[in-house]
Antibody, heavy 120, light 110 residues
Framework: QVQLVQSGAEVKKPGASVKVSCKAS????????IHWVRQAPGQGLEWMGI????????SYAQKLQGSVTMTSDSSTSTVYMELSSLRSEDTAVYYC?????????????WGQGTLVTVSS | QSVLTQPPSVSAAPGQKVTISCSGS????????VSWYQQLPGTAPKLLIY???KRPSGIPDRFSGSKSGTSATLGITGLQTGDEADYYC???????????FGGGTKLTVL
C-alpha cells in the first residue's frame, strides 16, 4: 500500500538546522510530487513547499525562502526537508504529503508527522 | 490569519447533519479545485474530498463537498462520535503560487 514514513522526533537549539526525511513506498516514486506541511501546537496547517522527485525541482512558500531546502534521492525513494536558522516559532509537527503531478492539492497520502522542538 | 476562512467550531447531535463552510477569493477557490481533510486528535490529516466533490475510495458517502463561486462547503450526514475531529479546506492560490488552507473547524458531536 502507498506509504510515507518519516524520521523521528528532533529537539534543536535556536539557530541550529534540522533535516527530516520522508521515505515513500507502494508507488512509483517519480510520478507524484511531495509537499511539506507543518502544524504548530494547537494551530492549523501551513504549506511549506513542494519538490518534484523526478529531477528535484522545488518551489517554496515565500515566508520560508532562504531557510528551507527540499531534496530527493530516487535511489532510496526518500525526500528530505532541511530547515535552518531555527527559532522557537518553528516548533511544530512537520508532515510530508503526496500530491499529483499538477503540483497542487489534493494530498492523498500523508506521513505520520515529525515533531521538531526548538528550545534552548 | 489564514487565506481561507472557516468557522472555528461547529456542533451537532449524533445522527444529525452538519455543514462546514470555507470562504476564499477568485485567486484560490474561485478558480481552483478544493479538497477537504479530516484530522483526528493526534493523527495526520486524511483526504476526505477532492476536486470539490469527489470522494477517495473508502470514504463513506456521508461526506460530501460542493463549491459555488468563491466558497466551498463540506457536508456530513448521520453524524457519529467518531467524526469528532478538525476539518480543513485547502486549494491552490494562483496569485500566491502556493497551497493555502483554511484555519480549521473543530467538529463536536454532542
Amino acid at each position: 500500500q502507498v506509504q510515507l514514513v518519516q524520521s523521528g522526533a528532533e529537539v534543536k537549539k535556536p539557530g541550529a538546522s534540522v533535516k527530516v526525511s520522508c521515505k515513500a513506498s507502494g508507488y512509483t516514486f517519480t510520478t507524484y510530487y511531495i509537499h511539506w506541511v507543518r502544524q504548530a501546537p494547537g494551530q492549523g496547517l501551513e504549506w511549506m513547499g513542494i519538490i518534484n522527485p523526478s529531477g528535484g525541482s522545488t518551489s517554496y512558500a515565500q515566508k520560508l525562502q532562504g531557510s528551507v531546502t527540499m531534496t530527493s534521492d530516487s535511489s532510496t525513494s526518500t525526500v528530505y526537508m532541511e530547515l535552518s536558522s531555527l527559532r522557537s516559532e518553528d516548533t511544530a509537527v512537520y508532515y510530508c504529503a503526496r500530491g499529483p503531478i499538477a503540483a497542487r492539492p489534493p494530498f492523498d497520502c500523508w506521513g505520520q508527522g515529525t515533531l521538531v522542538t526548538v528550545s534552548s | 490569519q489564514s487565506v481561507l476562512t472557516q468557522p472555528p467550531s461547529v456542533s451537532a447531535a449524533p445522527g444529525q447533519k452538519v455543514t462546514i463552510s470555507c470562504s476564499g477569493s477568485t485567486s484560490n477557490i474561485g478558480n481552483n479545485y478544493v479538497s477537504w481533510y479530516q484530522q483526528l486528535p493526534g493523527t495526520a490529516p486524511k483526504l476526505l474530498i477532492y476536486d470539490n466533490n469527489k470522494r477517495p475510495s473508502g470514504i463513506p458517502d456521508r461526506f460530501s463537498g460542493s463549491k459555488s463561486g468563491t466558497s466551498a462547503t463540506l457536508g456530513i450526514t448521520g453524524l457519529q462520535t467518531g467524526d469528532e475531529a478538525d476539518y480543513y479546506c485547502g486549494t491552490w492560490d494562483s496569485s500566491l503560487s502556493a497551497v493555502v488552507f483554511g484555519g480549521g473547524t473543530k467538529l463536536t458531536v454532542l
